[in-house]
Structure formats: C-alpha cells, structure tokens
C-alpha cells in the first residue's frame, strides 16, 4: 500500500513519545533486571550497554520506518517492527561486546532475561500509548465517503467508532455539495464509495481534490487499512478481487507448519489433563460416542473429518445452526463450547496436515454447499488449509445466516491475503485474549 491508504498518526506527538521510550526503556529494563536478579554492584559496562541498546533501537526502528505518521498502526506491524528492531539490536551489541571484552563479564542472567523481556515491555507500552491517542479529540479520524455503494453494517460502525473514526457520507454527488463538505469538515481521508459510474465532472473535481491535498481512498483500500477485511462487491460483475487473493507461498507455508506443530504439541503437552477430564464428564453426562466426526471442507475444496468432543447427546434434532440454550447441549457440552475445549482434539488435524492453527475456519460441506448458491466466490477461501481458530473468529462475531458468512469471508481472505508471521502473532494473542474473555469466536 502507498501512504495514502494507511491511517495516520494525527499528532507527531505520539511518534517522538515512541522514540522516547525506545530510547530511555532499554537502559530502564537493563536496571531492573540488574536489581532484581543481580547480587553485585552496577558496572560501567552495563551503563555502556544499556545507552547503546537505546540509540541503536531509535536509528534502526526509524530505518525501518516506525516513526512515519502513516505507518500501519496494527498490531501486527508493531510486533514486526519492535522485534525486528530487537534483533537486529542484540545482533550488533553481541559483536560489539565480542570486541569489548568487558561487556563479557557481565552477569549472564541478567543479560538473557533483559534481551528477552525488553521487547514485550517496548511493545506493550507502545500498543497502550496508540489505543489512548486515539481515544482523545485531537486522535479521532475523519472520514467523508462519497456514495453509498456499499453500506456499512453495525458492526463495522462500532468497530469504526471504537477505533475514534468517524463517517461522514455524502449520497448526492453535486460538485457543489461535495466542495462546500470538504471544506467544512476538512476530512483525514475521502473514500470513493460510488454505486454508478462516476461521471466525467465527478472524476475531474476529485483530481482536483486529490492535487490539493485531499487524501483519495478507494473503498477496498479502506476496508483494508481500517476494518482489516477484504471488500468483496456484492455485484459479481466486478471480479478484479479474484486476482489479488493468492494460497501462501513455500516459505510462508513452511512457517505456518513450523507454528502449527511447535504451538500444537506445547497445548497437548498442557491440556491432557483437561482432556481426560473432558472425556469423563461426556461419559458421565451423555453416554456414547466421546468424539464427535464431521465432514468438513478443506484445501482446494477435498473434504476431511474434522474430530471435536462431543458436546450434543446423540440422536439429536437436525439443524446445521446452534440456537441460544440450545436444548441438544448437555451441561458440559455448554462449559466445553464456551472455553473451547470441544476443539481440542482438532490438535490431531493440525498435526497430519488436514488444518492449520489459524486459518479460515472450517466449514461443514452441507453449509458450504448452501454459502456457495448465495456467494459465488466463497469456494475462495479454500486456497488454504481451515484452521481451528482465525481471523474472522477473533474479530467478528457468531453468525447463522448467509450475509455473516460473506462478513467472515471478507475477514479470512483478509488474512490469507496479508498472511505474515506477524499476523499469526497478532491472531494468536488475540485468540488467546477471546477464549480468556469468553467471547464467541
């Protein structure tokens, strides 16, 4: 994306408090590490390194562009640039400390616990400082959308609205109304949200606009950079989506798998006793099968058996949706539903290859069948492995019906499309925070 498609900062105060504490926490954490766990005195040394980790942690965080008032404000990003800016720190100072002899003397526990606690202080301070900057006045993004060609739904208002964006739309495209708008508002960025084709007076009033500073969004590009979801027209005359959504390439693939199995085997290895526990209660509370087998969608459309604990008692009324109080749920079928325990043994798929960790989640063959009479292009999603958890998991919520389906399509081809390390991290953290919380995910 260029700058124009990224939110910005509003006020460059909030970039020089980022290189302050870049500057000032490494030195900061170096001290305390060095007083909690250290019996002797404070050296020069530590003095030496503490101030170096700092300057080159604002040099490199600035190369890397983290200080740019349009640079991406997801998470995501800041963990790329935080750890990033970290490693290639502790790179450069273990060199340096190579020829400082020293530096080599200092205490070992220290040194290790400061390279691995810094970042994550770094980074949560930072997150803390971008979610309260936007949440004063001076913080709040002003939209002007031009059209109604699509029309946001609630959930994307109260998302906006948490985010301190707030929309303005014009439905009447009169060069006059449009000018005497932009003027009075003087809006952050305009979203070009058209429902017909613009007309030639229309294309040259916005270039004008666009030459005087006004910062023209394409309404993909802002669901994008604000609502991390892709648009996806609901008129299927407009296919150019189709190009931009492409599977993970070999090397992404191979640090999904790398993900998958190290974070699969570490859940095993915890949640075995709450797993033996699970298949006592099943027992106890509804006789029969513990697991429970469904046909569901995977790579390329091929189906597999996806396995869950049995949370419904056997024989149980058809319906592909569950209802609230759902009568077919035993007690601790509700328990294992809302801490997710029922998706343990889905671990098993992850490790011979069936799912992901994170991914598009997956999706029973009759109801895809049904999805795809009403959405074209949702066999898109299965470019890639489902997972357990995902995107559209963590970010909307439980639906029942064709339109939240096409919502979450919009969510899970975002990730399939922006897919990086990072979002893995981002979309772990907050599936963790999800299943803590007790949130539909």
Same mark, same amino acid.
């Given at each position: ?7 910005r900062?509003?006020s460059?105060? *909030? /970039? ?6 870049? &500057?000032?926490?490494?030195? $900061?954490? =170096? @001290?305390?590490?060095?007083? !909690?766990?250290?019996d ?12 170096m ?36 720190? *502790? /790179? ?6 190579? &020829?400082?002899?020293?530096? $080599?003397? =200092? @205490?070992?526990?220290?040194? !290790?616990?400061?390279?691995v606690l810094?970042?994550?202080v ?20 002003e ?22 964006i707030? /929309? ?23 979203v ?10 229309l ?16 309404l ?10 892709c648009?996806i ?21 191979l ?8 974070v ?40 597999f058996?996806?396995?869950k ?24 079928g ?8 029922d ?16 991914g ?16 074209p ?8 492995r ?52 007790r949130?539909?995910l």
């Amino acid at each position: 994306m260029t700058e124009k498609n990224i939110p910005r900062y509003q006020s460059v105060r *909030v /970039l020089w408090t980022y290189r302050l504490i870049d &500057l000032c926490v490494p030195f $900061l954490m =170096l @001290a305390f590490v060095h007083f !909690l766990l250290s019996d002797q005195s404070w050296h020069e040394p530590y003095s030496w390194l503490g101030v170096m980790a700092g300057l080159l942690f604002v040099v490199f965080t600035q190369l890397l562009g983290g200080y740019s008032r349009f640079v991406d404000r997801s998470i995501a990003k800041k963990i790329e640039i935080v750890f990033k800016t970290w490693a290639f720190n *502790v /790179l450069l100072l273990m060199f340096i400390a190579y &020829l400082n002899l020293a530096v $080599l003397g =200092l @205490a070992r526990s220290v040194i !290790l616990t400061w390279v691995v606690l810094t970042p994550f202080v770094i980074l949560f301070i930072k997150v803390l400082i971008n979610y309260k900057s936007r949440s004063t006045q001076k913080g709040r993004t002003e939209i002007l959308v031009l059209g109604d060609g699509y029309a946001f739904n609630e959930f994307e208002l109260a998302q906006l609205k948490r985010h301190n964006i707030q /929309l303005h739309t014009i439905e009447d495209y009169d060069e006059t109304v449009l000018r005497d708008k932009v003027e009075a508002l003087l809006p952050d960025f305009l979203v070009i949200n058209l429902d017909k084709k613009a007309e030639h007076k229309l294309i040259k009033q916005l270039t004008h606009l666009d030459l005087k500073g006004v910062q023209l969004l394409a309404l993909h590009h802002f669901m994008e950079s604000f609502l991390r979801k892709c648009y996806i027209p609901y008129d299927s005359a407009e296919l150019s989506y189709l190009e931009r959504i492409r599977s993970y390439d070999r090397i992404s693939y191979l640090t999904k798998r790398i993900v998958d199995v190290f974070v699969c085997f570490s859940l095993a290895l915890v949640t075995w006793p709450v797993m033996l526990y699970a298949i006592y209660k099943i027992k106890k509370q509804s006789p029969g099968a513990i697991l429970f087998k469904q046909s569901r969608v995977g790579l390329n459309g091929k189906n597999f058996f996806a396995i869950k604990f049995r949370s419904m008692h056997e024989n149980s009324v058809f319906n592909p949706y569950t209802q609230e109080e759902d009568p077919r749920i035993f007690p601790f079928g509700n328990v294992m539903r809302r801490t997710r325990i029922d998706e343990l043994p889905q671990l098993w798929n992850v490790f011979v290859g069936d799912m992901h960790l994170f991914g598009p989640r997956t999706e029973w063959d009759i109801l895809v069948e049904g999805y795809e009479k009403e959405i074209p292009y949702y066999h898109e999603r299965h470019l890639v492995r489902p997972g357990i958890s995902g995107w559209a998991q963590v970010l909307y919520p439980y639906g029942a019906n064709t339109e939240d389906a096409r919502q979450k399509l919009m969510y899970d081809l975002y990730y399939i499309k922006h897919w990086s390390i990072w979002l893995e991290i981002e979309t772990l953290i907050r599936t963790v925070l999800v299943v803590v919380g007790r949130k539909g995910l």
